[in-house]
């Protein structure tokens, strides 16, 4: 008894990381998909994305001045990445007064609400998107064409998962449909969609700058494209005139930025490895379900919204073992 350890409280090392650098790794590991979308899409792309991330910014700066009666935080970072992701949730051609309102329901029902960074139970940039897409239906599902894909850039067309959607629903056979991109063109960013949707390759490169830096890993991200993929081939070897194959899921719609980049937000997602994987099966599982038999062709903003809900019971039930328990 004489030997005892005197423990002192944590954190005991430091690693020298901190919240602002962690923010502006995920900035960074976004560029990419960004350049990409300003130059397939031109000045709406930029348009957009500095709208939302002044918006953003503005709302969590008074919002937290003149409400909450607290310090800013606006260095932190985390408003910045808010509103990239509403701006790559959206189409490029989208209102700026639209813009202005889902920045507000972000930061101020998604993130502000709950009592700031750390605090928030949903991830904000999604609740933002979710809130204009029931609000404004005809205009977030309003996506301007490609300009490699027509001459202007003016013209609207559907995604690729409404046309599988109206296709089916129509009784067409999945090969018989008219107009939907190769797998090629949905790797490289040459079909419609959002900003942050319409090229697989860079946000992979930029997941994989994050896994370098380690500021996710590879639970989520696998475990929801790793479901999808799974469930799609399923039942695409049972009735493939029906379901498009996997490929083209895990490709298509905002599969790659939601596992990749919303999913594996730190606040809103468990702590545990093993939970990470069970929150990303959630995901995967719902995500899948909603666009093969729901009236959404999308389904990865709902998916996550719902899994954050469940964050906390898998945090509560799948935890590390105690340093000394049994």
């Not at 944590?10 to 502006?24: A, C, D």
């Not at 930029?46 to 002044?54: K, M, S």
């Not at 964050?311 to 340093?323: A, C, D, E, Q």
Request: aromatic share 10%; net charge positive; with cysteine.
């Amino acid at each position: 008894m004489s030997k005892l350890l005197t423990v002192s409280p944590s954190p005991h090392v430091h690693s020298g990381e901190s919240t602002q650098k962690i923010m502006y790794r995920v900035v960074f590991a976004m560029i990419p998909a960004l350049a990409w979308s300003v130059f397939v899409f031109g000045f709406d792309a930029l348009r957009v994305t500095l709208l939302a991330v002044v918006a953003c910014m503005a709302f969590e700066y008074l919002i937290q001045k003149y409400l909450l009666n607290v310090k800013p935080s606006l260095n932190d970072g985390s408003a910045l990445i808010t509103g990239m992701l509403l701006a790559f949730n959206v189409p490029s051609g989208l209102p700026w007064w639209i813009i202005i309102i889902g920045a507000l329901a972000a930061m101020g029902i998604g993130k502000l609400s709950f009592g700031g960074l750390g605090s928030n139970i949903f991830n904000p940039a999604l609740v933002g998107r979710v809130f204009l897409l029931i609000s404004f239906p005809a205009q977030m599902t309003s996506w301007p064409a490609t300009r490699m894909a027509n001459a202007v850039d003016t013209v609207s067309t559907a995604t690729p998962l409404a046309l599988i959607k109206e296709g089916v629903k129509n009784g067409v056979p999945i090969s018989q449909l008219q107009g939907l991109p190769d797998i090629q063109d949905m790797v490289l960013g040459l079909s419609a969609g959002s900003l942050g949707e319409i090229s697989a390759l860079f946000l992979i490169l930029g997941g994989l700058y994050m896994l370098w830096k380690k500021v996710i890993t590879w639970h989520i991200p696998v475990s929801v494209i790793l479901t999808v993929a799974v469930i799609a081939g399923v039942f695409w070897l049972i009735d493939p005139e029906t379901y498009i194959n996997p490929v083209y899921q895990v490709l298509s719609g905002g599969l790659m930025l939601g596992a990749i980049f919303m999913a594996t937000d730190m606040v809103t997602s468990p702590m545990t490895p093993k939970g990470q994987i069970f929150y990303g099966i959630g995901i995967g599982v719902i995500t899948i379900s909603i666009r093969m038999f729901g009236s959404y062709p999308e389904g990865i903003s709902f998916a996550i919204l719902i899994m954050n809900a469940v964050t906390p019971l898998l945090n509560y039930y799948i935890k590390p073992k105690r340093f000394g328990g049994q």
